[in-house]
């Protein structure tokens, strides 16, 4: 596992005030997500950051962020980049399929 990921898992052991932002399309989170998480769609993050800078997705550097995207692949890419400007941020692995596996108790060893 890289050095910018947790799993489900550890992000659910994490008990600190943490923001969990589902990078995911808002439809799809409105309709399952990991309670809690703010909808963030990635396209719209790429946009903001391109366009106005990190800055302006006014998120916040003292609390941990967790990443979550369809797979871990965009979510890898947005923590490691939050992660050169400062903030604490985590890709969640495997992205929702590893959050689901972990919430259905499927990522326990021997399942």
């Given amino acids: 596992m890289e050095d910018y990921q947790k799993t489900a898992a550890q992000?659910?052991?994490?008990t600190r005030?943490?923001?969990i932002i589902d990078l995911r399309r808002e439809e799809d989170s409105r309709?399952?997500?990991?309670?809690?998480a703010v909808s963030l769609w990635w396209e719209t993050m790429a946009r903001t950051i391109q366009?106005?800078?990190?800055?302006a997705l006014r998120l916040p550097k003292d609390r941990?962020?967790?990443l979550l995207c369809y797979t871990g692949e965009t979510s890898d890419e947005y923590a490691q980049l939050l992660r050169g400007e400062g903030y604490d941020a985590w890709s969640v692995a495997q992205g929702y399929r590893g959050y689901l596996r972990h919430a259905l108790g499927l990522d326990a060893p021997g399942t």
């Fill in 11 to 14: 992000m659910a052991a994490d």
């Fill in 17 to 19: 005030d943490k923001l």
């Fill in 31 to 36: 309709r399952s997500s990991c309670p809690g």
């Fill in 51 to 55: 366009e106005e800078g990190v800055e």
């Fill in 64 to 66: 941990p962020l967790y």
